[in-house]
């Protein structure tokens, strides 16, 4: 670029990976000291394509669930800072078969043959991920950030006037997210895209936001931090079979509070309310 090459191209492609890290830790910088590079010799505005990114997944790297959640959180930084005017995954399918070789595991869908296990093709989490982030936003264009120590969080307006939230934790820990969306029903989306509808209490909500991707859809007359409607003193619990843990929840006194179960969980009341906790 420093001999003047602006008559021999239009753009200019970088592999901008940023394996093993969360993309939220400096990818955004990075690509702006490209940006500025191109500056420097006069070649402001020329597109900068990400002709190669992605996350391996084996053990000295990433998890299938990193791979998933980095690749969403790529997406929606470079949706927010215009970072790419492109960008291409690499690649579509697995290069190999061995858990431990990264060059085999940057895909998002399996090898056309695991050595003889599991199923040939097979949609990886990222490619899942991906085709619901596409679902959720690709008519949409991106509103900014909302500022959260907590959780990343970007805003989204779609063609048909619906907000979306794309959200997850920061440091993989699950954390109570309480907003004023000034809207009575909002759709909470997983990261593939399984559906449950949630009502306000005054158009205030309080979320759960873990370590997957999570997407918060609706009619939203304000984003705003508020106190939690109902908390979640322990967010995350896991048990195994025939265990048990506890967990507290804190809501305003004299509301009324039930909570259900799966086929495989049950749960129940441990003394009741006591200075508004149960």
């Known amino acids: 670029i420093a001999l003047d090459g602006e008559k021999c191209f239009d753009a200019i492609s970088v ?13 955004a910088y990075a690509i702006n000291q490209v940006h500025e590079l191109m500056a420097k010799y ?5 597109d900068v394509f990400g002709s190669e990114l ?7 790297f990433n998890t299938e669930l990193e791979q998933a959640v980095y690749g969403i959180l790529y997406f929606c ?7 790419l005017k492109r960008m291409y995954w690499y690649d579509l399918q697995n290069d190999g078969w061995s858990v431990n070789e990264k060059e085999h595991n940057f895909g998002m869908i399996r090898c056309w043959s695991e050595n003889g296990d599991g199923v040939p093709f097979a949609a990886k989490p990222v490619y899942l991920a991906t085709t619901q982030y596409n679902s959720m936003v690709a008519d949409g264009e991106i509103q900014g950030r909302v500022e959260n120590d907590d959780v990343s969080l970007f805003h989204y307006k ?3 006037g619906k907000d979306v939230l794309i959200t997850t934790s920061r440091d993989k820990t699950a954390k109570n997210l309480s907003l004023n969306l000034g809207t009575d029903v909002v759709s909470f989306y997983d990261m593939f895209g399984n559906k449950k509808e949630i009502y306000g209490v005054d158009g205030k909500y309080t979320f759960i936001v873990d370590d997957t991707i999570s997407y918060i859809e609706g009619n939203f007359k304000t984003i705003e931090e ?7 003193m322990e967010p995350s619990v896991k048990c195994i079979d025939n265990s048990t843990d506890y967990f507290s929840i804190s809501c305003p006194e ?14 129940e009341e441990a003394g009741g309310f006591e200075n508004g906790n149960a």
């Open 15 to 27: 592999h901008p990976y940023w394996f093993p890290t969360n993309p939220e830790r400096g990818l």
């Open 42 to 46: 006069g070649y402001e505005g020329i």
């Open 54 to 60: 992605g996350y391996p997944v084996c053990p000295e």
């Open 77 to 83: 930084i470079n949706d927010d800072e215009k970072l």
């Open 158 to 160: 779609k063609s048909d």
């Open 226 to 232: 508020c106190e939690p409607i109902v908390a979640i």
């Open 254 to 267: 004299g509301s009324e509070l039930t909570a259900e179960g799966t086929e495989s969980i049950s749960i």
